[in-house]
């Protein structure tokens, strides 16, 4: 009776490498959320003066304000401003 054995020098063994493209992605999100976390008391002091409601109330307005649907990415534009060239 015979054995077959292998040789390490014939095995197909192939490294399976991860993507670094979602770790990118997470990383650069958590880079802007200090921006994100200071603009907001700035962006809701305004919106509390003009309103003259309390903060609690601005906060849960722009929580659960739904997106607008618009039908083109000009919305910018149509309110006035010029496009730029």
């Keep these: 009776m015979t054995t077959a ?3 390490p ?3 197909t063994e192939t490294e399976v490498r991860d993507p670094w493209l979602p770790m990118i992605v ?3 999100g958590q880079m802007l959320m200090p921006f994100n976390v200071a603009a907001i008391p700035v962006s809701m002091s ?3 003066e003009s309103f003259n ?3 609690t109330t601005v906060g849960t307005a722009v929580v659960l ?3 607008r649907k ?3 990415n000009d919305s910018v534009f149509q309110s006035g401003g010029e496009r730029p060239a």
């Design 5 to 7: 054995t292998v040789s």
């Design 9 to 11: 020098a014939t095995s």
């Design 26 to 28: 997470i990383a650069r």
């Design 46 to 48: 305004g919106m509390v």
């Design 53 to 55: 409601m309390p903060p």
């Design 65 to 67: 304000q739904p997106p």
């Design 70 to 72: 618009e039908e083109n």
